[in-house]
């Protein structure tokens, strides 16, 4: 029988899904995947606590959370050259719904126990990876606002007081960016570098973005809080962000593909990595081609 490790963040999503848990365990059994589970001691600690696991050699590591979770068990899984499972246990479960996989964790565990491998692409954040966005601007301090003093789980509907705060609240500065070399027109408010479609688990921001394309998909967003709500309005519709030409003024979206982004600053500017908070500017950002084996429906 094929082993696995099975990491779990207990207060990944809405937390208390001890009973979910023990049905996963169920299906990764009955398709000739046998588990041993190891809790998620808090952020940024799954390379330590898989390096101090002291149990059998497995064939695959499998993330039982959510978007943040999974990012890190990635990193580990593509340091490791093993294939990552993803268990949906979070919020939005981005990353689940660009693979395809279901939504209810227990179908996914089946999914995972009897699926076929896929070769993605990863982004690299000067050390740190991704497999959906960096975000730098207004959506990070959404997600710092989210996140301040958090210790038990977390729904959709927490993050309308997060956003609502943050569109008030924040400051909007310029943000300042070079892509492949060649410096973007000053004044963009919100910067998404993406590595996939998906956005927030509902939205397209990078219309375009293939998760194993070998780019990036980079949007600047232009104007201030007015034009953020005009282009979330058209987000919420399934609409494209309206556009602008790069070398007119004004608002709109700058959106383009490249190899490699560097965003010098400002220093103060909150940023993002799927979902999570992390440190500040300047970051330069690559993309890593075919870096990730992931398991999807066969």
């Known amino acids: ?30 398709g000739g995947l046998e588990v041993e589970v ?46 990552l499972g993803v268990i949906p246990l979070g919020t939005s479960n981005t990353v689940a719904r660009e693979l395809g996989l279901p939504l209810d964790p227990v179908a996914a565990s089946r999914v995972t126990a009897s699926g076929r491998e896929r070769v993605i692409d990863l982004g690299d954040a ?30 959709m509907y927490t993050y309308a007081p997060a956003t609502a705060g943050a569109y008030l609240g924040y400051g909007y500065p310029g943000i300042e960016v070079e892509v492949d070399g060649r410096a973007m027109p000053p004044g963009a408010f919100q910067v998404v570098v993406a590595n996939a479609g998906s956005y927030a688990g509902y939205f397209k921001v990078a219309g375009r973005a293939e998760i194993d394309d070998g780019w990036l998909d980079v949007c600047l967003l232009y ?23 790069e070398t007119h003024r004004g608002p709109g979206a700058v959106c383009l593909r490249a190899r490699e982004v560097f965003i010098p600053g400002p220093p103060s500017a909150p940023v ?18 075919g870096a990730l084996r992931v398991i999807v429906p066969g």
């Open 272 to 289: 993002q990595i799927d979902g999570d908070m992390a440190t500040g500017l300047p970051r330069t950002i690559r993309v890593l081609p």
């Open 1 to 30: 029988m094929r082993k696995a490790l099975f990491l779990v963040n207990p207060i990944s999503g809405r937390g208390r899904h001890g009973l979910a848990r023990a049905r996963c365990i169920e299906a990764f059994n009955a």
């Open 38 to 83: 190891l809790e998620i001691p808090g952020p940024a600690e799954v390379a330590r606590a898989v390096g101090e696991y002291g149990g059998a050699d497995f064939e695959m590591l499998l993330a039982g959370g959510g978007d943040g979770t999974v990012r890190e068990v990635a990193e580990v899984a593509a340091h490791l050259e093993l294939p």
């Open 223 to 245: 104007g201030g809080k007015w034009s953020l709500l005009r282009q979330a309005l058209r987000a919420l519709r399934g609409r494209p962000l309206l556009a602008r030409p």
């Open 126 to 155: 000067g050390g740190a990876k991704f497999i959906l966005c960096l975000g730098v601007g207004f959506d990070a301090d959404v997600i710092r606002r989210v996140h301040i003093g958090r210790e038990r789980g977390i729904s």
